[in-house]
């Protein structure tokens, strides 16, 4: 069965992005991502415009968001005064990205930038995660192995403006949750994606929250960053595709609930490890994209 | 410029055209595209006044304005290269004939009225060209290439049959990618290698219903469509949190 996309301007079968938002939605369930980072490539890779993909997705983003978010909040999973912080230096970020993205369409560089970005942005932070998760699985086996302190004392927790976060019980200065929003905010205007599988691990190593608050947090920021980000495209550029937004997000929304229930069964560590190795094959894969010699040695666009 | 100087042709074709040597109308001259639109079939049908001529069928889609750019490796990355535009570009881009086209009329009448794939490909109209004349023809056979990789350019294999020598129909395959505007369809009488008769109908495709509204609402009020986007999500989202809670 067929749907016609008004502003894509083209056919896609219903069950396809039915059964992607679902797949999708159980990745993002598991793990407690938005999993934007595999939706747009794919997207892009069915034959979506890049900019329909990345604005199509960013409004997507907030009702899938939103469906996680509640959630954590009844079990007291969000941290709102930590979000709203990140959500000051996100709209700065975001606000930059859109100005960063017109740029490099006008240059016609902007799908080699965004592989480029993938390639760096989830190599480097799929393979540190690894290497973490390694760390503590090995740790988890072998209790004699030191063990953590609560959370570690680096030089950014001497920068002036400090702040007390009691949820999650840190006080620490608010430039850290600021610049770490700012890059989240960047990676959405550009990446197309909601920037959870870089904020999680920021907000647990950096920033040194605890775990229970980190998804809910990261969340709820990003409901508000993507909202601004899909305002900002549909206005702008018309690239916001509202049939693709809401399929994708009935099947996401059915897929989420099944990830989540599985994700349970999952330790920490492991679900860390799976998720870094996920990401690791997404960026391995666009590198091979952007370094093997292409079937077609030409593009062709249609200039509106 | 393309529908200018099919006029300006039409008119000023030489040896004594009669306009009636060829009739010709479209099953359909309105192509819905809807929300569950996913390639059409055109008709185009006709009959030719004199026996033992030929006849070919061209269809054009909208003018568009294209834009190629080479892939170059920098440090072993495949980058985007220099892009040359070309300016109206048939959209769509079907013939089909009784005869392959270069044994029924003479390369200078092809090209005039820009018939068959290479008379195509000689057409295409680059801006301000950056480069010599081999790579601009390499240009524009890459653009033909693509085109008719993505089914918009269709250059039929099979002869179009003529009925009792006469009543001809043909079937061009729209692919669910056609872009939306005005289409032509002009179908040439052929005889003796010279066109004696041509005749032009228009065929519009458009698109209709909620496909339609969603469209003009995104690009006439993007503001109220984006707030309605956004809020179809975050009702949908509560929804899928509120049902899944329920249970």
Redesign the interface.
């Known amino acids: 069965m067929?749907?016609?996309l008004?502003?894509a301007?083209?056919?896609i079968n219903v069950l396809v992005l039915l059964a992607l938002g679902g797949g999708v939605g159980f990745i993002s369930g598991l793990f407690g991502i938005g999993g934007g980072f595999l939706m747009t490539p794919i997207l892009i890779f069915l034959?979506v415009p890049p900019a329909v993909a990345v604005g199509t997705q960013a409004?997507?983003l907030?009702?899938?968001?939103?469906?996680?978010v509640?959630?954590h909040w009844q079990r007291g999973g969000v941290d709102p005064r930590m979000a709203g912080v990140m959500l000051g230096g996100g709209v700065i970020g975001s606000g930059l990205g859109v100005w960063i993205f017109g740029l490099l369409q006008r240059l016609?560089?902007i799908?080699?930038a965004i592989s480029?970005l993938y390639v760096l942005v989830l190599g480097s932070v799929g393979g540190l995660m690894l290497i973490e998760s390694l760390k503590a699985y090995r740790a988890a086996r072998n209790p004699s192995l030191a063990l953590r302190r609560l959370h570690q004392h680096l030089w950014m927790h001497g920068l002036p403006w400090k702040m007390k976060f009691p949820k999650s019980r840190l006080y620490i200065s608010v430039f850290v949750p600021i610049t770490i929003g700012f890059l989240g905010g960047l990676i959405v205007a550009i990446m197309g994606v909601g920037g959870g599988f870089f904020m999680i691990p920021a907000m647990v190593y950096i920033v040194g929250m605890p775990p229970s608050v980190v998804a809910g947090t990261s969340l709820f920021q990003i409901i508000f960053v993507t909202?601004i980000t899909?305002?900002l495209q549909?206005?702008t550029n018309?690239t916001?595709d509202?049939?693709l937004?809401?399929l994708l997000?009935?099947g996401g929304?059915?897929g989420?609930?099944f990830g989540v229930r599985f994700g349970v069964k999952l330790r920490g560590e492991q679900s860390r490890m799976l998720m870094a190795l996920l990401i690791l094959a997404v960026a391995v894969k666009l590198f091979f994209d952007?370094?093997l010699?292409?079937t077609?040695?030409?593009?062709?666009?249609?200039?509106r | 410029m393309i529908r200018w100087l099919l006029a300006a042709l039409l008119l000023l074709t030489p040896h004594g055209t009669r306009a009636q040597a060829v009739l010709a109308d479209v099953t359909d001259p309105l192509v819905a595209?809807?929300?569950?639109?996913?390639?059409t079939e055109v008709t185009v049908f006709g009959t030719l006044e004199e026996a033992g001529a030929d006849v070919i069928v061209v269809l054009r889609g909208p003018g568009?304005?294209?834009?190629?750019?080479?892939?170059q490796r920098v440090f072993?990355?495949?980058?985007?290269g220099p892009?040359q535009?070309f300016v109206q570009v048939p959209g769509f881009y079907g013939l089909a004939a009784t005869k392959p086209v270069s044994s029924l009329l003479s390369l200078e009448d092809l090209n005039q009225n820009r018939l068959g794939l290479s008379a195509l490909q000689a057409s295409l109209d680059p801006v301000r060209a950056t480069s010599g004349p081999e790579v601009l023809d390499t240009d524009r056979a890459?653009?033909v290439s693509?085109?008719a990789k993505r089914g918009l350019i269709v250059q039929k294999p099979e002869p179009i049959r003529l009925l009792a020598g006469r009543l001809f129909k043909v079937n061009f395959a729209l692919p669910?990618?056609v872009?939306?505007g005005p289409f032509q369809v002009s179908v040439y009488a052929v005889k003796d290698r010279q066109i004696i008769g041509a005749i032009t109908t228009p065929l519009i495709t458009s698109?209709v219903g909620?496909?339609?509204d969603?469209?003009d609402w995104?690009?006439i009020h993007?503001?109220i469509?984006?707030?309605?986007?956004?809020s179809?999500?975050?009702?949908?989202?509560?929804f899928?949190?509120w049902?899944?809670?329920a249970r």
């Open positions: 067929q749907v016609y008004p502003i301007e083209m056919s034959g409004n997507q907030v009702g899938a968001s939103l469906s996680g509640l959630g016609g560089q799908d080699t480029i909202a899909a305002l549909a206005v018309q916001v509202v049939f937004a809401l997000l009935l929304i059915v989420t609930q952007l370094t010699t292409p077609d040695l030409f593009s062709l666009e249609v200039v | 595209i809807t929300t569950g639109f996913s390639g568009q304005t294209l834009k190629l750019r080479h892939k072993g990355l495949w980058l985007n892009a535009l890459a653009v693509e085109l669910s990618n872009p939306v698109q909620i496909a339609a969603v469209h995104a690009y993007p503001l469509y984006a707030l309605v986007s956004l179809l999500a975050v009702l949908m989202g509560g899928g949190f049902a899944f809670r």
